[in-house]
């Protein structure tokens, strides 16, 4: 007999080991993320470098002008615009819903009362009483819930970065772009008054009768071109100036904006990184990245659905006869439960497969946006860093046309002091070298906007605050969850 009993509790034991070994399967029994092969390139096809420069940091490339004003607008706009704020929120709420995603597979407790009615209206009854209910999120129920949420804050964070990469960019684009505009303005007045002292020159000389009305004529509309072209810079200066306020969330520009400044140069830099570094640093790619891990969750969730939710339930209710009112009871009143509840899907099985099949192929797209996302960013940067070349080419031609022009001005300038030249050449000289300067400042800042792209491609931008951090402080980091399905 001791020999049955033993055998009996061994092989209960054993049931009971097998259910607990078999309900652990089934609770993370969602599909493996699919891997995430990025098409990345070994290496970059336009790479540019300055011996003497050291690796510049694509958290601080702006850096790379010196320009204290610029420095002061960055952190004024990280600070202050409207875009970075919304996306700072809904990066909040993601979190504040990541947090709480596995509360639903913990055990809830719920109040309830109500009032019943015989059905031979004969008596009713006040009903109070506790539910309490613990859904175990087997069949991979709770690794979807968790990649769905994990994907969700994945992508508000990306959406941050994003903010926080275009907002970087686009100030000191304006910035430069308005800076320019002035320099351009400056250098046009020069070309007006340059061509009004000629046309008053060709006055006298018309007046003298040594030169025909008809070169008169053709000075004063050289004269009255040059005053027309003003109102492109000035507008320009205008544009940017309006596009700074915007992006500082003010609602007027700073007066010391439309103060001529010297625009910003570009100093010397270096770029170290490789097509690889844009899954760290790229938003763009983050976010798909996201979007796989959102979209795997909502497939094993789907997949979950078709299969049994099995939980816990238990309630205790108590009951009372309101006509009667009785103060004592000679019965009990009260009633408690307990058991498994299971939820089995029947009849309406086939939709729940058709959606897995769809939320399937959902997925498939997400992978082939993600790489899609990766293709699109290599092709930015080397786009980029193709123009950055050629702009870099076209300041340094410009800057060898400008100074021999202002070393012909020169020469011009000692054959009138010696008169052996006319003050109309010394005119005319002095406007090729302005017009040149043009062209230079021009080839400049479009340097300057190139290696604004290039960063811009790269996902250059401030690594988060202190009190960012606390906000979000996986925005300047991958997802690991991206980054396991990328192994």
């Known amino acids: 007999m001791p020999l049955r009993l033993n055998q009996a509790t061994h092989g209960s034991n054993l049931r009971w080991c097998l259910l607990g070994v078999l309900l652990a399967g089934l609770a993370g029994c969602a599909a493996p993320l699919p891997k995430l092969v990025p098409p990345l390139p070994l290496q970059w096809q336009h790479a540019m470098a300055s011996a003497s420069a050291k690796p510049t940091d694509p958290h601080g490339w702006w850096h790379a002008f010196a320009d204290p004003e610029l420095d002061a607008l960055v952190d004024r706009a990280l600070d202050s615009n409207l875009d970075v704020a919304q996306a700072v929120e809904r990066l909040r709420a993601s979190r504040i819903l990541h947090a709480h995603a596995q509360a639903r597979y913990l055990p809830a407790l719920s109040a309830r009362t109500n009032d019943a009615i015989d059905p031979d209206a004969s008596a009713s009854f006040f009903v109070a009483g506790f539910d309490a209910t613990w859904e175990l999120g087997l069949f991979g129920r709770a690794e979807g819930t968790r990649r769905e949420a994990q994907g969700s804050l994945d992508a508000s964070v990306a959406d941050l970065r994003a903010a926080q990469v275009s907002l970087v960019a686009e100030v000191v684009r304006e910035w ?24 008053q020159l060709l006055q006298v000389r018309q007046r003298l009768q040594l030169t025909a009305p008809g070169t008169v004529d053709q000075a004063q509309a050289a004269f009255a071109q040059s005053q027309a072209a003003l109102a492109s810079p000035r507008q320009a200066i205008n544009a940017s100036a309006q596009r ?60 979950a659905d078709m299969f049994p939710s099995i939980g816990l339930g238990a309630s205790m209710i108590w009951a009372t006869d309101i006509n009667n009112n009785h103060k004592f009871s000679n019965t009990p009143n009260g009633i408690a439960s307990v058991g498994p509840a299971i939820n089995i899907p029947l009849f309406d099985w086939g939709m729940r497969l058709a959606a897995t099949h769809a939320k399937g192929h959902e997925l498939k797209a997400s992978v082939l946006a993600y790489r899609q996302a990766v293709l699109q960013g290599v092709a930015e940067v080397e786009t980029a860093l193709g123009s950055l070349q050629q702009q870099q080419q076209r300041e340094q031609d410009d800057t060898r046309a400008w100074q021999a022009l202002q070393r012909v001005d020169q020469s011009v300038q000692a054959r009138v002091r010696l008169r052996l030249g006319s003050p109309l050449d010394r005119a005319e000289s002095q406007i090729a070298v302005t017009q040149a300067a043009i062209e230079l400042a021009d080839a400049r800042a479009g340097h300057s906007l190139a290696y604004v792209a290039l960063f811009k491609a790269l996902g250059g931008a401030p690594l988060p605050s202190t009190a960012a951090e606390e906000t979000a402080p996986a ?12 192994r």
């Not at 772009?177 to 046309?199: D, G, I, K, Y």
């Not at 001529?260 to 798909?288: K, M, N, S, V, Y």
């Not at 925005?475 to 990328?486: C, G, V």
């Open 176 to 199: 430069i772009t308005l800076r320019a505009a002035q320099q351009q303005e400056e250098l046009l007045l020069q070309v007006s008054h340059a061509r009004q002292h000629q046309w």
């Open 475 to 486: 925005a300047s980091a991958e997802p690991a969850a991206a980054h396991e399905a990328r």
């Open 244 to 303: 700074l306020a915007v992006l500082l969330g003010q609602n007027h520009p700073d007066p010391l904006w439309l103060q001529p400044g010297t625009p910003p140069e570009l100093g010397a830099w270096r770029l170290d990184g490789a097509p690889a570094d844009l899954l760290r640093t790229r938003p763009e790619i983050a976010r798909a990245e996201a979007d796989v891990l959102r979209t795997a969750g909502e497939l094993a969730l789907t997949h």
